[in-house]
């Protein structure tokens, strides 16, 4: 018999399906028994089914042949017509076709039928290993023809496409193989749920082998990868061109980002894109030295511009956010880097701290901190702001008109910087002890800029308080006034000449007392209670309001008194104070209308009565009285000092006086007087009037009494010029401070000396400094001073040895 085996091809269902089959050999007592038919029990086709057989292995008698079937024999591609269809369906769909080609497919099979085919030599014949060597074969040539596409695609007009149009082209190419590569996967399903499942797993399924392909054959070879880095940057060149507007090519990029991301790919989109931002702005045509802060503010806003606009771009192109962080980062380095942003920040910053600029200094603190470390502005920062503040506290040129603001000037500055930090420089996420040390710095900086001059910004404090005192609240609240008051008190840590600014405010404080000028006791004694926690001395202002108590209590006895002897009613008020709780004051020598004396002398009875040991001092100088002055348009009430109620009591009945019989009529200093009758006559409340005119007073000037004042209120506080801080009293107090610090010195170079017996002169120096710091802050000539006056007193002497060791004299 003639052996037909290699022209059959069996059903395999399963293994071992046709394991027991026997050729059977035809004779007379045993004839073949025909196959019998079952239904159809699976989505095999009508072939498959008919071969189906109802029980175990099955005999088939073939006449005239004698053969054993081998099961694992399978046809070769070109002698199985199953394996040729599916390569031609592969080929008809992936095959690349002009962009432009409206023609449709050429016909192909129906996927029903490539599915049972597939289905057929997969899971029937067990030719997966070679089905998929077909598709990875076909695949791969497919994917050649589309690089070769790639590599000549051409415009319309002929020309190559290159750039971001090239980049179009790429889409459209993946997107046109893709769709496809999922039509053939879903009739090769039983390659991917059969094969590879069960029998490859370590092989890539259908799908991601077509994908695999176009990676390793177009995406990651080096011509293709620099035709897209090209066209990343043309697409860039072309929007920087028009930043208003966006270009046609926007839409392009979520594909092609979608592409790059389904491959693992996306670096080649986003370090190219990254790459392409950087040198851009590295080569920026505005990045050139700026020479002034607003050419240097001009450019900060530009790099803060460019970044947003670059960021925007990244948003709506790159499809990861961390791509956004990077295209920051590139304009910012680009544009700000190599040490640029420092150099920047130094030179607007001044400008910014004095214009009260929170916006751009907030956008500084923010270039800053994303480039480098914050440390470096945070020194550029307090040296800036250091200098606002000696600008402020040492005008060029200076003025007095500048001291007087200078105080105002420094609160608010000191408010800005508050709320510079908090708003602005204090938003860190990552360091939440930021605003802690922005607030350190501007402390640092008050306190270099108040090192720049001394004395006077202390002596500005007490003055700044003591104006504020007499003003009152007005309309702000307690709380507002409170605020008011402590952020004054706020500057009082920055000097080092305190013991300046407590000779001032006490001096003030006891001229609001006595003149009965102050706002109010309760906060008086509230801001007494903060300068005692930094310096005791203040407690003597506890004094003042203890002596002011008992000098109440006492009038309210001396009057009570006087009603119970049925005398007149008493209209002297006395102030009894002890000298040790208050300022020294010239006393003032004036001599007083007898109704005056007399109730003065009432007065001095009923105390020596009480405390007859005690001398009393009259401090006419602090006196003030309240008189009705009767003019033509009508009655006044003025509030007058005492010197001015003993003129103007001169012409109670009309009449005109000289310098000289005014002078000797009240006894009054000479400059003190001048000054007084300067108020009376020449000031903006003229109840007096003087001949010849001028703003001076002088001997022979002749004044009378001005019958046609006229004031619409009724009742007026006039000014006294004697009240005002003059230049002579300044002067005092300035002599007096030295003389304190004087004392201060030397009790202190004593006191050291007494308790360490021996002591080079640089450790005298320092320990000294320690000693009295809390005070006052003397220069090394000081001390120096004084102790060549201790050695001349003989408190202490020269070592014999060396003449810069000083010893202690018992």
Same mark, same amino acid.
């Given at each position: 018999?003639?052996?037909?085996?290699?022209?059959?091809?069996?059903p395999?269902?399963?293994?071992?399906?046709?394991?027991?089959?026997?050729l059977?050999?035809?004779?007379?007592g045993?004839?073949?028994?025909?196959?019998?038919?079952?239904?159809?029990?699976?989505?095999?086709?009508?072939n498959?089914?008919?071969?189906?057989?109802?029980?175990?292995?099955?005999?088939?008698?073939i006449?005239?042949?004698?053969?054993?079937l081998?099961?694992k024999?399978?046809?070769?591609?070109s002698?199985d017509?199953?394996?040729?269809?599916?390569?031609?369906?592969?080929?008809?769909?992936?095959?690349?076709?002009?962009?432009t080609?409206?023609?449709?497919?050429?016909?192909?099979?129906?996927?029903?039928?490539l599915?049972?085919t597939?289905?057929?030599?997969?899971a029937?014949?067990?030719?997966?290993?070679?089905?998929y060597?077909?598709?990875?074969?076909?695949l791969g040539?497919?994917?050649?023809l589309v690089?070769?596409?790639?590599?000549?695609?051409?415009?319309?007009?002929?020309?190559?496409?290159?750039?971001?149009?090239w980049?179009a082209?790429?889409?459209?190419?993946?997107?046109?193989?893709?769709?496809?590569?999922?039509?053939?996967?879903?009739?090769?399903?039983?390659?991917?749920q059969?094969?590879v499942?069960?029998?490859?797993?370590d092989k890539?399924?259908?799908?991601?082998?077509?994908?695999?392909?176009?990676?390793?054959?177009i995406?990651?070879?080096?011509?293709?990868?620099?035709?897209?880095?090209?066209?990343?940057?043309?697409?860039?060149?072309?929007?920087?061109a028009?930043?208003?507007?966006?270009? &046609?090519? /926007? $839409? %392009?990029?979520?594909?092609?980002s979608?592409?790059? #991301? !389904?491959?693992? @790919?996306?670096d *080649?989109?986003?370090?190219?894109?990254l790459?392409s931002?950087?040198?851009?702005?590295?080569?920026?045509?505005?990045?050139?030295?700026?020479?002034?802060?607003?050419?240097?503010?001009a450019y900060l806003?530009?790099a803060?511009?460019?970044v947003?606009?670059?960021?925007h771009?990244?948003?709506?192109?790159?499809?990861?956010?961390?791509?956004?962080?990077?295209?920051?980062?590139?304009?910012e380095e680009?544009?700000?880097g190599?040490?640029?942003m420092?150099?920047?920040?130094k030179?607007?910053?001044?400008?910014?701290l &004095?214009? /009260? $600029? %929170?916006v751009q200094?907030?956008?500084?603190h923010? #270039? !800053?901190?994303? @480039?480098?470390? *914050?440390?470096?502005?945070?020194?550029?920062?307090?040296?800036?702001?250091?200098a606002?503040?000696a600008g402020?506290?040492?005008?060029?040129p200076?003025?007095?008109?500048?001291?007087?603001?200078?105080?105002?000037d420094?609160l608010?500055?000191?408010?800005?910087?508050?709320k510079?930090t908090?708003?602005?420089?204090?938003?860190?996420?990552?360091?939440?002890?930021?605003?802690?040390?922005?607030?350190n710095?501007?402390?640092?900086?008050?306190?270099?800029?108040?090192?720049?001059?001394v004395?006077k910004p202390?002596?500005?404090?007490?003055?700044?308080?003591?104006?504020?005192?007499?003003?009152?609240?007005?309309?702000?609240?307690?709380?507002?006034?409170?605020?008011?008051?402590?952020?004054?008190?706020?500057?009082?840590?920055f000097?080092?000449?305190r013991?300046v600014?407590?000779?001032?405010?006490?001096?003030?404080?006891?001229?609001?007392?006595?003149?009965q000028?102050?706002?109010?006791?309760?906060?008086?004694?509230?801001?007494?209670?903060?300068?005692?926690?930094?310096?005791?001395?203040?407690?003597k202002?506890?004094?003042m309001?203890?002596?002011l108590?008992?000098?109440?209590?006492?009038?309210?006895?001396?009057?009570?008194?006087?009603?119970?002897?049925?005398?007149?009613?008493?209209?002297?008020t006395?102030?009894?104070?002890?000298?040790?709780?208050?300022?020294?004051?010239s006393?003032?020598?004036?001599?007083?209308?007898?109704?005056?004396?007399y109730?003065?002398?009432?007065?001095?009875r009923?105390?020596?009565s009480?405390?007859?040991q005690?001398?009393?001092?009259?401090g006419?100088?602090l006196g003030?009285?309240?008189?009705?002055?009767?003019?033509?348009?009508?009655?006044?009430?003025?509030?007058?000092?005492?010197?001015?109620?003993?003129?103007?009591?001169?012409f109670?009945?009309?009449?005109?006086m000289?310098?000289?019989?005014?002078?000797?009529?009240?006894?009054?200093?000479d400059?003190?007087?001048?000054?007084?009758?300067?108020?009376?006559?020449?000031?903006?409340?003229?109840?007096?009037?003087?001949?010849?005119?001028g703003?001076?007073?002088?001997d022979?000037?002749?004044?009378?009494?001005?019958?046609?004042?006229?004031?619409?209120?009724r009742?007026?506080h006039?000014?006294s010029?004697?009240?005002?801080?003059t230049?002579?009293?300044?002067?005092?107090?300035?002599?007096?401070?030295?003389?304190d610090?004087?004392h201060?010195?030397?009790?202190?170079?004593?006191?050291?000396?007494?308790?360490?017996?021996r002591?080079?002169?640089?450790?005298l120096?320092?320990?000294?400094?320690?000693?009295?710091?809390?005070?006052?802050?003397?220069?090394?000539?000081?001390i120096?001073?004084?102790?060549?006056?201790?050695i001349?007193?003989?408190?202490?002497?020269?070592?014999?040895?060396?003449?810069?060791t000083?010893?202690?004299?018992?």
């Amino acid at each position: 018999m003639t052996s037909i085996a290699p022209l059959l091809t069996f059903p395999n269902l399963a293994p071992g399906a046709f394991s027991a089959l026997k050729l059977a050999q035809a004779d007379a007592g045993s004839p073949v028994e025909p196959p019998r038919k079952q239904a159809r029990t699976s989505s095999l086709g009508a072939n498959a089914s008919r071969l189906l057989s109802t029980g175990g292995p099955k005999r088939i008698g073939i006449k005239n042949a004698s053969f054993q079937l081998d099961p694992k024999r399978v046809p070769d591609k070109s002698d199985d017509p199953d394996r040729r269809l599916l390569c031609s369906a592969l080929q008809t769909l992936l095959r690349p076709r002009s962009l432009t080609d409206p023609s449709p497919l050429p016909p192909i099979p129906s996927y029903r039928t490539l599915a049972l085919t597939c289905e057929k030599l997969v899971a029937i014949q067990r030719a997966g290993e070679e089905v998929y060597s077909d598709v990875q074969g076909e695949l791969g040539r497919m994917v050649r023809l589309v690089a070769t596409e790639l590599g000549e695609e051409r415009h319309g007009n002929g020309t190559r496409a290159t750039g971001v149009e090239w980049l179009a082209e790429l889409v459209q190419r993946w997107e046109i193989f893709d769709k496809n590569l999922g039509i053939v996967r879903s009739f090769l399903l039983h390659v991917d749920q059969t094969y590879v499942l069960h029998q490859a797993p370590d092989k890539l399924p259908v799908r991601e082998l077509g994908r695999q392909i176009f990676k390793d054959k177009i995406l990651l070879h080096s011509d293709f990868q620099a035709k897209i880095q090209g066209g990343i940057a043309d697409f860039l060149t072309q929007e920087r061109a028009s930043p208003e507007a966006k270009t &046609e090519h /926007r $839409a %392009l990029f979520k594909p092609l980002s979608h592409i790059l #991301l !389904t491959l693992d @790919l996306y670096d *080649l989109l986003l370090r190219p894109y990254l790459s392409s931002t950087t040198l851009y702005y590295i080569a920026f045509p505005d990045r050139v030295p700026h020479a002034t802060p607003e050419e240097a503010l001009a450019y900060l806003e530009l790099a803060d511009a460019k970044v947003t606009e670059e960021v925007h771009r990244a948003q709506e192109v790159l499809q990861l956010g961390g791509g956004t962080d990077g295209v920051r980062r590139a304009v910012e380095e680009g544009m700000l880097g190599s040490g640029l942003m420092s150099e920047l920040s130094k030179l607007v910053l001044p400008k910014l701290l &004095e214009e /009260r $600029a %929170l916006v751009q200094l907030k956008l500084v603190h923010a #270039l !800053t901190g994303r @480039l480098s470390s *914050l440390a470096s502005l945070r020194v550029q920062f307090t040296a800036a702001l250091g200098a606002r503040v000696a600008g402020i506290i040492s005008p060029n040129p200076p003025s007095g008109e500048a001291d007087e603001r200078m105080i105002g000037d420094l609160l608010a500055l000191r408010k800005f910087a508050d709320k510079l930090t908090r708003e602005a420089f204090g938003e860190e996420p990552e360091d939440p002890t930021a605003e802690r040390v922005w607030r350190n710095c501007v402390l640092d900086a008050f306190e270099k800029g108040f090192a720049g001059r001394v004395k006077k910004p202390a002596e500005m404090i007490a003055k700044y308080i003591d104006q504020a005192m007499r003003k009152g609240q007005r309309s702000a609240s307690d709380e507002e006034f409170n605020r008011l008051l402590n952020e004054a008190l706020g500057l009082y840590r920055f000097t080092k000449d305190r013991d300046v600014f407590r000779e001032y405010y006490i001096r003030a404080l006891a001229k609001r007392l006595l003149l009965q000028k102050s706002a109010s006791d309760d906060f008086e004694l509230n801001v007494l209670k903060i300068l005692i926690d930094h310096d005791k001395f203040f407690e003597k202002g506890h004094g003042m309001f203890s002596d002011l108590a008992l000098s109440r209590d006492m009038m309210g006895e001396w009057k009570n008194l006087r009603a119970d002897r049925g005398d007149d009613e008493e209209t002297l008020t006395v102030m009894v104070l002890q000298h040790s709780n208050w300022p020294t004051y010239s006393l003032g020598q004036v001599i007083l209308p007898k109704q005056m004396e007399y109730s003065l002398s009432s007065f001095v009875r009923f105390y020596k009565s009480k405390h007859a040991q005690r001398k009393l001092d009259w401090g006419h100088s602090l006196g003030t009285v309240t008189l009705t002055g009767r003019f033509d348009a009508g009655a006044k009430e003025l509030s007058v000092s005492l010197y001015q109620a003993v003129v103007l009591l001169l012409f109670e009945d009309g009449g005109s006086m000289n310098f000289q019989d005014i002078k000797e009529a009240t006894g009054i200093e000479d400059k003190e007087l001048r000054r007084t009758l300067q108020s009376l006559a020449l000031g903006r409340k003229r109840v007096l009037t003087k001949v010849p005119h001028g703003k001076d007073v002088d001997d022979g000037d002749v004044f009378e009494y001005n019958a046609k004042f006229t004031d619409k209120n009724r009742r007026l506080h006039i000014n006294s010029i004697q009240q005002a801080e003059t230049a002579e009293e300044s002067k005092q107090i300035e002599e007096h401070i030295e003389e304190d610090r004087t004392h201060a010195l030397d009790a202190a170079i004593v006191r050291i000396m007494k308790a360490r017996k021996r002591l080079g002169n640089n450790k005298l120096t320092e320990e000294v400094i320690i000693a009295v710091r809390a005070h006052f802050v003397p220069q090394p000539a000081q001390i120096k001073k004084q102790i060549e006056s201790l050695i001349e007193r003989e408190y202490i002497t020269r070592s014999d040895g060396d003449r810069n060791t000083f010893e202690y004299v018992a």
